[in-house]
Structures are given as structure tokens and as C-alpha cells.
């Protein structure tokens, strides 16, 4: 595989690995290429907020991530500038859930994605709308 069709796999490992909030959440990579993301994690106790049900910070955050990755891939930095989430389900301990991230309109300035979470029974739990902008910063230099 040439280093120009593995891109979307080195800038993940490489955000990955510095990303220590992800790390922390244990955010899995399911799938990566330019322009898509798939994510997963596991709802733990800890995750819980007072009614017994995940915080949302948690189903924001995972999508957050695919968004960073999935507006990565490319190999030029993006930045998100304007998200938003509406949460449709309540998610409990153990539930495995996926945000899934997929590119709706990309310029050379501007960038849109739309990150679908649901859970372990393929169910909707949260709709995530996120634009980014490209900054035109490589991820890594050309050899």
C-alpha cells in the first residue's frame, strides 16, 4: 500500500496517540479512510450521571472524535469551528455504542460531516452535525 493511500490510518494512529482524552474514554477505531470515521466505545459506571443513564458528554465526546478523525484523514489538519448533538436514548452501563462519521460537503475552507451514534442493537441514540475548518497544515511532510 503507498503511503499516499494509507494517510487516513497514519494521521488517526498519530492524533491517537496523542489524544490522552480518547485514550481515557476508550475510544476504539473501528474504520477509517478520507471523509469517514468509525468509532466505539463501551458505556462504563464511571460514565454515569445522576439519573443512572450515561452523561452526554459522553456520546459528544465519541462523536467529536470521529469528527476529528474522519476531518483529518485527508493528511491536512482541520479544526472543528460549530458542532451540535440532539440525544435521542438514554444509554446505561454496558452499552456499546459507534459513531459513525461521514463527509456531506467538503471545500478547500470548510467541511461538514454528520456522526450517527447508536448502540449495540444498531438503535439511534444521538444525531451530531460538525463543521471544521482546513487549515491547510500537513499532517506529515512529503518525502
Not at 31 to 55: E, S
Not at 56 to 69: P, T, V
Request: with cysteine; aromatic share 10%; net charge neutral.
Amino acid at each position: 500500500m503507498s503511503k499516499e493511500h494509507n494517510i487516513p490510518q497514519r494521521v488517526v494512529e498519530k492524533m491517537y496517540s496523542e489524544d490522552f482524552f480518547s485514550q481515557w474514554l476508550g475510544i476504539k477505531v473501528v474504520a477509517i479512510r478520507q471523509g469517514y470515521c468509525l468509532l466505539q466505545l463501551t458505556i462504563v459506571k464511571q460514565m454515569l450521571n445522576g439519573f443512572g443513564i450515561a452523561h452526554g458528554g459522553i456520546s459528544y465526546s465519541l462523536a467529536d472524535s470521529a469528527l476529528a478523525f474522519a476531518s483529518n484523514s485527508y493528511g491536512i489538519q482541520s479544526v472543528s469551528i460549530e458542532t451540535s448533538i440532539s440525544h435521542t436514548a438514554p444509554l446505561t452501563e454496558g452499552d456499546v455504542i459507534n459513531a459513525e462519521a461521514t463527509e456531506v460537503s467538503r471545500t478547500n475552507k470548510i467541511a461538514i460531516y454528520n456522526v450517527h451514534v447508536t448502540n449495540q442493537l444498531n438503535k439511534t441514540v444521538a444525531l451530531f452535525k460538525g463543521t471544521v475548518y482546513i487549515t491547510h497544515k500537513e499532517w506529515f511532510q512529503k518525502d
